[in-house]
């Protein structure tokens, strides 16, 4: 079970909900379930429009780290990524600050969403 607290100006407080583990559901189903504006267009890693900052709360160690090639490009393309942290990522298990929310699949971790 995991924490996913999402806050946003576009929302009056910010709403934690419970993601079951091996759900394997993405952020962006997620944050529709629980009516969530996170915005959104293609819901196919190619437009970029789901842009959402993760942090991760828990002090273990982050597990939803790869990206997948789509959410790179649209990432790189909207600025949100560069190559040195697509490297940290894969080589060093560092998770960027910006993901694609319809690309991000929900683990077993607490993480706030800005959006
Ligand atoms: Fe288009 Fe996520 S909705 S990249």
């Known amino acids: 079970m995991a924490n ?3 806050t946003s100006p576009a ?3 910010d709403l934690t909900v419970y993601a079951i583990a091996g759900d394997n559901g ?4 997620l944050a529709q379930a629980n009516q969530v504006p996170v915005h959104f ?3 196919n890693g190619e437009c970029g ?3 959402v900052q993760v942090s991760v709360l828990s002090d273990k160690t982050p597990m939803a780290i790869s990206l997948t090639e789509k959410e790179k490009t ?4 909207a600025g949100k990524i560069t190559q040195a942290q697509i490297t940290d990522a894969e080589v060093n298990d560092m998770p960027p600050p ?3 929310a319809c690309q991000y699949i929900v683990r077993d971790e607490d993480i706030l969403v800005k959006f």
């Open 11 to 13: 929302m009056k407080k």
């Open 49 to 51: 429009s789901c842009a």
């Open 4 to 6: 996913v607290t999402f």
């Open 98 to 100: 910006w993901r694609l």
């Open 41 to 43: 267009e293609c819901e």
């Open 26 to 29: 993405t952020l962006l189903a």
């Open 74 to 77: 649209a990432l790189k393309l």
